[in-house]
């Protein structure tokens, strides 16, 4: 059985090299390059292209890592895209006033309100829907409650 040699594992250790490089090992001799590009306001995909072009191919996410975690720049948020809003409902025709901008001489009557008692569509308010509940076949002598 072979017994511990500390002077073998002392050379193996200083013979001993990494099976994956270092990370941006190849973009290192370029920080100064990249440093002065992005103070003249040049963007990632721009420092890709001319690396590319000058022998040293590298990706635009490959430059933003590098800038993020070496030159130490900050990350900016993502921008959250906008929700779309569905389009308010707006009064029947009938029911909008003519603009200031009429004829003094000409009058319109004011609308006058459903007869049926119905409310009128407006836009609908963000938050729950609550049902109206309403009896469909009740006696004539009853009256109508919304709330039981």
Not at 29 to 46: G, M, N, W
Not at 63 to 72: K, S
């Amino acid at each position: 059985m072979n017994t511990f040699d500390p002077a073998a594992v002392r050379q193996a250790v200083a013979e001993f090299t990494p099976l994956r490089p270092q990370k941006f090992q190849d973009l290192l001799p370029a920080k100064d390059v990249i440093v002065e590009l992005r103070q003249k306001r040049a963007s990632y995909r721009a420092i890709a292209e001319l690396l590319t072009q000058h022998c040293l191919p590298i990706s635009k996410t490959a430059i933003a890592a590098f800038c993020h975690q070496v030159i130490g720049e900050n990350v900016r948020p993502r921008k959250r895209p906008l929700r779309r809003r569905p389009p308010a409902l707006t009064p029947p025709p009938s029911l909008i006033r003519p603009p200031e901008s009429a004829a003094a001489g000409e009058t319109t009557p004011a609308p006058e309100p459903p007869a049926n008692g119905d409310e009128l569509p407006l836009a609908r308010t963000r938050g729950p829907r609550i049902a109206q509940i309403r009896k469909l076949n009740s006696p004539p002598n009853e009256t109508i409650d919304s709330h039981p």
